[in-house]
């Protein structure tokens, strides 16, 4: 009697937390956007929110029931836009998620980076140093991937996947202006306009100082480019020195609106 009195208490205790919780929040941005730095440490202190990584947990097998989303408590995300629409976090995340209908009376986050240090980064981290997963389907894709990546050099890479970061570019500017509540944060303001980041990105979540100071030592960039670390540098353009000048005016043309939408340099 004792036991389930005291697990009906439990019970009320949670249901009672959670209608007190503040709304759900949904993360989006793209790999090699710092996403491991939120995945890792920033989503999983927002106050008054519990970190629900459904992307990693997909990716590792951990997902055994059909991913659902609460109206209050929680933090998804990192939604990555990025995402190959033949994976399972594709179906299951990315696109449930990214409905204009879905979103519009939601809280979205959108963070953002340059699109030619994206490529730049997805190269190396993807073709050599990303950890492949424990399940068998998908560590198979990724040796595919990683496979064909090394066959190429990091300008074919880039005019290759090009059109698709493109593509979730334009996805964040839809989603953007049909959400009322939504911010689009930039990592290069993370990098060089702290104060103004910290701002922007506790605009609709509440977070400690003392996390926000962790975040800010954690994000800054490598004094030496690293090839084969996860995160080889995180400079702003870093993609200058990695890509030739004729791919980037081409990469510049491609993605004109984007660049000039986010005052990024051409």
Request: aromatic letters at 12%; one cysteine or more.
């Amino acid at each position: 009697m004792h036991l389930r009195i005291l697990c009906l208490e439990n019970y009320l205790s949670w249901l009672l937390s959670i209608r007190n919780s503040p709304e759900s929040t949904y993360f989006f941005t793209f790999h090699k956007c710092a996403s491991t730095l939120f995945s890792g440490y920033v989503l999983k202190k927002i106050i008054g929110l519990r970190h629900a990584d459904f992307d990693l947990w997909i990716t590792h097998g951990k997902q055994s029931r059909p991913v659902m989303f609460k109206k209050k408590g929680y933090m998804y995300g990192p939604i990555r836009l990025s995402t190959g629409p033949e994976s399972q976090a594709y179906k299951d995340l990315v696109a449930p998620t990214t409905r204009v209908e879905f979103l519009k009376d939601k809280i979205a986050l959108f963070f953002l980076r340059d699109p030619r240090d994206i490529l730049v980064s997805a190269y190396y981290s993807f073709g050599y140093s990303h950890p492949l997963s424990h399940v068998e389907a998908t560590r198979k894709y990724q040796e595919r991937q990683r496979s064909r990546i090394l066959g190429q050099s990091v300008d074919e890479f880039a005019m290759e996947y090009a059109p698709a970061i493109l593509n979730g570019f334009e996805m964040v500017e839809t989603l953007h202006q049909s959400c009322s509540r939504s911010i689009v944060l930039r990592y290069e303001d993370m990098i060089l306009d702290w104060d103004g980041f910290a701002t922007d990105l506790s605009k609709y979540i509440k977070i400690q100082r003392t996390v926000l100071n962790r975040i800010y030592k954690k994000s800054r960039p490598r004094n030496r480019e690293e090839i084969g670390a996860h995160r080889r540098s995180g400079k702003p353009e870093g993609f200058r020195s990695s890509l030739t000048p004729r791919t980037v005016k081409c990469l510049n043309d491609t993605f004109k609106v984007v660049l000039d939408r986010y005052r990024y340099s051409p």
